[in-house]
């Protein structure tokens, strides 16, 4: 059952209402994806709280007035649930603004940083917590190496 302002899990209760709400989406697309509730709520919570870090006014309040259908619908925009998506590699990748997180055959990155380094740093936490591999691409997108989790 997908998890609303009024149902979800208590871990997210202190954290401030558009986080929160961030949280709750990412949690329910990535359980949507394959993710074990235990592993999608403290992965959900640390991207939703680095969303807020770099997030826009606006960002911010698009999200602080999603509705709870909003949180529990699927949107265009995720992935389709796929538990193969828990055995795929995350890929460091060149993006426009920076070095994008990104697991093998999703739609869009999980996160996007300013520097490689972050990148790499990300990857490696979310690979570990699914045991798969880093995939570190270089700036003209070819393969420059693999780290095994």
């Known amino acids: ?8 899990p208590s871990s997210l209760k202190n954290l401030d209402t ?9 949690a329910n697309t990535m359980v949507e994806d394959g993710y074990k509730e235990g592993q999608a709520i403290p ?6 709280k680095k969303w807020y870090a770099n997030a826009s006014e ?14 529990k619908q699927s949107d265009d925009n995720r992935s389709t649930g796929n538990p193969e998506l828990m055995e795929k590699g995350e890929h460091v990748i060149p ?4 070095w994008a997180v990104k697991a093998q055959h999703a739609k ?6 300013s520097t490689k380094e972050k990148a790499v740093q990300r990857a490696e936490e979310i690979a ?6 880093v995939i570190i691409h270089k700036q003209d997108g070819t393969i420059q190496r693999k780290i095994d989790k």
């Open 58 to 71: 606006q960002e911010i309040n698009q999200v602080i007035y999603m509705s709870d259908q909003d949180l």
């Open 95 to 98: 993006h426009e603004n920076g």
């Open 128 to 133: 570990e917590n699914k045991q798969t591999s």
């Open 108 to 113: 869009q990155p999980s996160d996007v940083f």
């Open 18 to 26: 558009a986080i929160r709400k961030k949280a709750i989406d990412m």
């Open 43 to 48: 992965i959900a919570t640390e991207q939703a």
């Open 1 to 8: 059952m997908p998890w609303d302002t009024n149902d979800y």
